[in-house]
């Protein structure tokens, strides 16, 4: 698959560069080898490996599955744990107590408290928006709230809900949940279809709010462009349809595109760069079987009309939160994408070229942890959170 011999990656403007060579870091058969991909390096790209040396600290591992995190401006950490708190962590260990005013989440399966992002203008204003599995008599769904952390760090006050995907579900799959604030300050939502059989179509239903990517505003109105209006039943905060479980979304520090991880079925985990109105296939067009190893509809991988993703994995490997490197401690790592994987208990490094995956790297695989979301610390070391309850800093000391 990778080009022969030894290819040099021109990163942008990094001071180093690092060297792809064969063979791929995955060395495990796919699960659907039925699936050829639908371009050369959109799966198993060469291997890629880090020339700095770098050491890796658990910083703590008092967290009860934490699940998203997002830097304060001072360096310290606001964490939300899944089954419902949220906690300051500081880079030498230190854990708050929970943060109260939380709304009560149904945390059962995969719902609870999960995404979390600080309004760009947190440092003025101390909003915070974060999303819950909401629950209510028929069942729950993914809301999206916001709140001003109070002075003293202790609570969150004026919790208001700007946003609640529909149709609620009795369910406890799939919920997305991350966040993301795109370069015009506004609110970019992952939205999964809750797994089921019976909700599975509706990511390709833009009547609803499920499986998809949404753009909202900080009060959680419908963020549409003039030249591309919804149909007259489609919801009008969504920006792209055609999602499975997208547990990852990050924008591109130079080029301001909207990168996600999606969590795709057995073989079909998906890299996307996401664009307003485009489909991007669930479940029409998919890389994955089900865990049945029966094929997901027609057993297509391409169709007209349904983008393929930049990237995907077969075997899964499960990925959770993505984050891109944007520090100055290890040079070579610039604009590199990070990937939290859930299953295959690594972290994954990305070596870009544009659109295009050049490298791959597995990092931290001797620590045996699923990892539920990475992202960038104030120092430029990296950070990531573990189910198993650890943080950890990435960097040199
Ligand atoms: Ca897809």
């Known amino acids: 698959m990778a080009a022969a011999g030894l290819v040099l990656i021109a990163a942008c403007s990094s001071t180093k560069s690092s060297t792809v060579s064969g063979p791929a870091v995955e060395t ?8 050829k991909p639908a371009f050369e390096g959109q799966t198993r790209v060469g291997s890629v490996k880090t020339e700095t040396v770098y050491t890796t600290n658990i910083i703590t591992q008092a967290l009860v599955k934490p699940w998203s995190m997002a830097a304060l401006p001072d360096g310290r950490f606001l ?14 260990g230190t854990v708050s107590n929970k943060i109260t005013g939380i709304p009560a989440a149904d945390t059962a399966g995969q719902g609870g408290l999960l995404g979390l992002a600080l309004d760009p203008d947190f ?70 279809e809750r797994s089921d059989l019976a909700t599975r179509p509706l990511a390709q239903d833009n009547s609803t709010s499920l499986g998809k990517i949404l753009l909202i505003t900080k009060t959680g109105q419908a963020v549409t462009d003039p030249l591309m209006l919804p149909k007259p039943n489609d919801r009008p905060e969504i920006f792209s349809s055609g999602h499975r479980n997208p547990l990852g979304i990050a924008i591109h520090p130079t080029t301001g595109d909207i990168w996600e991880a999606e969590m795709g079925p057995k073989g079909g985990d998906e890299i996307n760069i996401i664009r307003r109105g485009v489909n991007y296939g669930w479940p029409v067009i998919t890389y994955g079987v089900e865990y049945s190893g029966a094929t997901i509809g027609e057993g297509l991988t391409q169709k007209d009309g349904y983008e393929q993703p930049v990237y995907y994995w077969d075997p899964s490997i499960s990925p959770g939160g993505i984050a891109f490197y944007t520090g100055r401690n290890i040079p070579e790592w610039e604009n590199n994408l990070f990937v939290g994987s859930l299953s295959g208990k690594h972290i994954i490094r990305l070596v870009l070229d544009g659109n295009k995956v050049l490298g791959e ?37």
């Open 28 to 35: 495990l058969p796919p699960n659907s080898p039925q699936y």
């Open 79 to 92: 964490v939300t744990e899944k089954l419902g708190s949220m906690r300051i962590v500081s880079t030498n």
């Open 361 to 397: 790297e597995r990092l931290m695989s001797a620590e045996n942890q699923r990892f539920r979301d990475v992202g960038m610390g104030k120092d430029g070391k990296l950070y990531a959170i573990t189910d198993e309850g650890r943080m950890y800093s990435i960097g040199r000391d």
């Open 123 to 192: 440092a003025s204003n101390r909003m915070i928006y974060f999303v819950f599995s909401e629950p209510v008599a028929t069942g729950n769904h993914a809301a999206v709230a916001k709140a001003r952390l109070s002075n003293n760090e202790t609570a969150l006050e004026n919790v208001t809900v700007i946003y609640r995907v529909t149709p609620t579900y009795r369910g406890d799959k799939h919920n997305g949940g991350k966040l993301a604030f795109n370069k015009d300050g506004n609110l970019l939502v992952t939205s999964g």
